[in-house]
């Protein structure tokens, strides 16, 4: 495998594939067209030069994939739009005449904000609250902050079991998978067709998936080390630490994306497993629909002549 640089999302119907600054967005319209929206967006870590730096520049990355993630979610869910000839609610009346065209900007910084805070709150302060009421019955910290973890990735189990039966979100899985296998598919030095791709893997190490789960993992490092007294305490230290834990899972992500040492495809395995959950085989409308979003930012065909030629490719991974 050869690290290609590219990395995408899931959104309604569709693919965002990036390529440095450039990404570009195909959604299956419910004519059955593939239509296609480019454009370039430059990151934090680009923008400010000590944004990029080692274990800062996960948070930044992060907040950063937030962005572009609801930019080109809206852009994909715009072709579902409801009839348009429906009365709105009246809270839409209010969003509307409070803020006009502004909405969509003021929409997407409220609905990242609520996202975040339902996070923290759900995978966060919800599995310390649960710990505690358990704690009387354990002695010892260092098995206080391992079965918070357990219950911290139990929560999370179940929320992604819980969703996953919910038919827009297998679509969204099944698309989420469509990704991987196209990503999978030039990396393993294979032409990009239907075919091709059809017979690639819908795991990869560089998976958003993977990245929380390695965050889940580390956090229960964290808080074995850092130890406070009192429920709120031990509340503020969690939040403090995302940024912390984030970042350096972000540092191990990336790593494991460039590597193919036993060591890291080792503790690659959970993130890997979890994707069982959050990827699906996805059709063949599903993979022409990620290998548009690939080659609108992406000559694979020269990347595969760069790293590949002369070599013999495998014809099944």
Same mark, same amino acid.
């Given at each position: 495998m050869k690290y290609s640089g590219i990395g995408g999302q899931a959104v309604i119907e569709g693919i965002m594939?990036?390529?440095?600054?450039?990404?570009a967005t195909a959604v299956r319209k419910p004519d059955g067209e593939i239509e296609v929206e480019k454009d370039t967006y430059v990151s934090m870590t680009e923008k400010v030069k000590l944004f990029s730096l080692p274990f800062i520049r996960g948070v930044f990355s992060f907040a950063d994939s937030m962005i572009l993630g609801m930019r080109t979610l809206t852009f994909s869910a715009s072709f579902f739009e409801d009839d348009e000839e429906e009365e709105p609610g009246r809270i839409e009346k209010w969003l509307d005449e409070k803020f006009g065209e502004k909405l969509?900007?003021?929409?997407?910084?409220?609905?990242?904000?609520?996202?975040?805070?339902?996070?923290?709150?759900?995978?966060?302060? @919800?599995?310390?609250?649960?710990?505690? @009421?358990? %704690?009387? @019955?354990?002695?010892?910290?260092?098995?206080?902050?391992?079965?918070?973890?357990?219950? %911290? @990735?139990?929560?999370?189990?179940?929320?992604?079991?819980?969703?996953?039966n919910m038919e827009d979100i297998r679509r969204t899985f099944m698309y989420h998978g469509a990704e991987h296998k196209c990503i999978n598919c030039i990396e393993h030095g294979l032409e990009l067709n239907v075919d091709n791709v059809r017979a690639s893997s819908k795991q990869h190490k560089r998976c958003g998936t993977s990245f929380l789960i390695i965050v889940m993992m580390i956090s229960i490092v964290f808080f074995m080390v850092v130890r406070v007294d009192g429920f709120f305490l031990k509340m503020i230290s969690r939040i403090l630490l995302i940024p912390v834990i984030a970042g350096v899972s972000y540092e191990f992500l990336r790593l494991a994306g460039r590597s193919d040492s036993k060591i890291v495809n080792l503790l690659s395995k959970p993130g890997m497993w979890m994707q069982n959950m959050t990827t699906k085989e996805p059709d063949d409308s599903m993979i022409e629909v990620a290998i548009a979003a690939v080659e609108a930012v992406f000559d694979w065909r020269a990347y595969l002549a760069e790293n590949f030629s002369g070599q013999d490719s495998p014809q099944s991974l």
């Open positions: 594939m990036k390529n440095k600054q450039e990404y969509e900007k003021v929409l997407m910084p409220a609905v990242m904000a609520f996202s975040v805070v339902a996070a923290v709150v759900i995978f966060m302060i @919800l599995p310390l609250g649960i710990s505690s @009421l358990i %704690r009387p @019955l354990v002695g010892s910290d260092t098995v206080m902050a391992f079965l918070e973890g357990l219950i %911290r @990735l139990g929560i999370f189990i179940a929320y992604i079991k819980v969703i996953s």
